[in-house]
């Protein structure tokens, strides 16, 4: 459905990014995941017609997004950054306008404009001014949007922002439900939403893919370098001591906690798993233990982790 | 052509969601009617050979109205959609430069057009009260609203044009403002300098704008003005559509 190739986008002074290459296969919802200014947004852009490449071929559906830009446009229903819509114009007669403008015809857009809002929940709304609705519903617009025509690739850019958990639980349903039609890319810096979503993630860190795989795999690849923090009621020059002996700790962190606690943050080394071992340390010396928690990896570290051998290898 | 008409009709009703249009037309009639009562004045104290449609111009308020009006009815159309991002949705559908930039600028003139219907009602209480047929024939009244529409073109795709290049609608206006300003200082200047001087006259005689409106005033249709307006309007629409394209070379 997509095929990127040495895909490369300057803007006067700053590549935002740099020689990309990846495909998305029909039916797939990937994520583009990465923080802010990654790249993903400018990425999106390109494929969705709004922007040029500085250099690299993009082709969606077959067509080159540069020279058949109509034609990709046809097949693709964009959600930009943001959620750019009418604010003076109300549900229905909004869907209605971007129907018409996506080449529906009259009765055509009719019946789809009303299959939209049902998909998307928003036929209560029907007549409400756009710029009245809240945030959740501003969103469900957007998405009934980017579907109306049918298209076969839809793009999200980051669908889920600015919304509150209830909203971004019925609009990662939403997505999910679209899967069964329709090839989906969002980009989103969420982590656990991605995974939630998506089939395959994409991770862009300065303009460039730094992974590509399934959820699960990227999770496999994370394993090994998780953290563990405990915190312990027990002299701080002892736990230090008892740290460096431990086998399986790579790296040890031990600062004042509250109450007399001392907090603990553990690196073990790949495959170790520490809490046993420091449930039996803490009984044995007789230490109060009141935390022990392997911490989850946070977006950062996945970034931290896959940007070190490169940085490596350019030093 | 669909989509052309869906965008021009969005464009249009644009102008009555929002409080702006109805002060632009609220604008337009108090300054005509003004234009009107200076004129019923100084019809009822002096003898003039001028016709009626004539003295409209004459009276400073026409060019007022085309001045002011013009750069706010323009200012929203693209630099709005920039700012707010809508540019990029509308961008990304199947539409082409060519369809937006004419559905914007015909939206625009069709309202600038609607403005000046009160007018209309003018002429009628003239032609009522002074129970002259010949003080307002077809031809005056059509030349006196083709000359609106044409100096109404010209402004507008300059404010078009304006509103193309800047990403807030003050920045439009200001600069469709200077623009119109200049144009219309060019037609002063080309008043004021003699007849005598050669090709420098004869070129800003082109841009003597208040000549050209006392001829269509006066129901005289001069081809070179209608072409010079007509490639004017389409000098600055086509400018405005290389930068609306060229978002696509940069």
Same mark, same amino acid.
């Given at each position: 459905m997509i095929e990127v190739s040495n895909l490369t986008k300057r803007y006067t002074g700053r590549? /935002? +990014?740099?020689d990309i290459s990846f495909s998305v296969a029909r039916g797939e919802i990937v994520g583009l995941l =990465? %923080?802010? =200014? /990654? =790249?993903k947004s400018t990425t999106m852009r390109i494929l969705s017609t709004f922007l040029p490449a500085t250099s690299g071929t993009v082709r969606v559906a077959g067509f080159d +997004?540069? #020279?058949d830009s109509v034609e990709v446009r046809r097949r693709i229903g964009f959600m930009p950054e943001?959620? %750019?819509?009418? %604010?003076? @114009?109300r549900v229905r007669e909004y869907l209605k306008f971007r129907a018409r403008l996506k080449g529906l015809g009259w009765r055509r857009s009719r019946e789809r404009v009303a299959t939209v809002m049902e998909q998307c929940g928003l036929t209560d709304v029907s007549r409400r001014i756009i710029g009245q609705l809240s945030k959740g519903y501003k969103q469900r617009v957007g998405l009934a949007d980017a579907l109306v025509h049918e298209p076969d690739l839809i793009i999200l850019d980051?669908?889920?922002?600015?919304?509150d958990p209830n909203q971004i639980r019925s609009v990662r349903q939403l997505i999910k439900s679209l899967a069964e039609k329709h090839t989906v890319l969002i980009s989103t810096h969420i982590l656990p939403e991605a995974e939630m979503m998506c089939s395959r993630m994409l991770i862009m860190y300065g303009g460039k893919i730094l992974a590509a795989d399934t959820p699960e795999n990227l999770q496999k690849l994370m394993q090994g370098s998780s953290r563990i923090v405990a915190e312990i009621d027990a002299p701080a020059e002892e736990l230090r001591e008892a740290w460096s002996l @431990? %086998?399986? +700790?790579e790296h040890f962190d031990v600062s004042a906690g509250a109450d007399n606690f001392q907090r603990c943050a553990l690196t073990p080394r790949d =495959? #170790?798993?520490?809490r046993p071992a420091i449930f039996m340390l803490a009984r044995e010396r007789g230490w109060m233990l009141r935390e022990l928690t392997g911490s989850r990896h946070s977006l950062e570290d996945i970034y931290v982790q896959v940007t070190k051998p490169n940085e490596e290898e350019e030093n | 052509m669909q989509i052309f008409l869906t965008l021009m009709r969005r464009e249009l009703a644009a102008f009555f969601f929002s409080i702006t249009g109805y002060v632009i037309i609220a604008a337009v009639t108090l300054l005509s009617g003004l234009g009107f009562v200076v004129l019923m004045t100084s019809l009822g104290n002096d003898h003039f050979t001028a016709t009626v449609t004539e003295m409209f111009y004459s009276t400073f308020f026409f060019w007022l109205i085309l001045l002011l009006a013009t750069p706010v009815i323009t200012m929203r159309l693209f630099a709005l959609e920039k700012a707010s991002g809508t540019f990029e949705t509308l961008m990304t559908t199947p539409v082409n430069d060519l369809q937006v930039v004419a559905a914007k600028f015909t939206a625009a003139i069709i309202f600038y057009m609607m403005t000046w219907l009160p007018t209309l009602g003018c002429l009628f209480i003239v032609r009522h009260f002074t129970?002259?047929?010949? &003080?307002?024939?077809a031809g005056t009244v059509g030349g006196m609203y083709l000359g609106i529409f044409l100096t109404g073109c010209l402004f507008l795709s300059l404010g078009c044009f304006a509103s193309a290049i800047s990403q807030s609608q003050m920045a439009s206006a200001m600069i469709s403002f200077v623009l119109g300003v200049s144009l219309f200082s060019l037609g002063y200047l080309a008043k004021q300098?003699? &007849?005598? &001087?050669q090709w420098q006259a004869h070129a800003l005689s082109y841009f003597s704008l208040f000549d050209q409106m006392n001829d269509f005033a006066r129901g005289v249709v001069d081809t070179r003005t209608v072409f010079f307006y007509a490639g004017a309007t389409f000098f600055f629409l086509f400018l405005t559509l290389r930068v609306v394209e060229s978002r696509r070379w940069k």
């Open positions: 590549t /935002a +990014v740099s =990465g %923080p802010n =200014g /990654a =790249g +997004v540069f #020279y943001n959620n %750019p819509l009418y %604010p003076e @114009m980051e669908p889920t922002i600015g919304l @431990m %086998p399986g +700790v =495959g #170790y798993d520490l | 129970n002259q047929s010949d &003080a307002l024939d300098i003699p &007849a005598t &001087a």
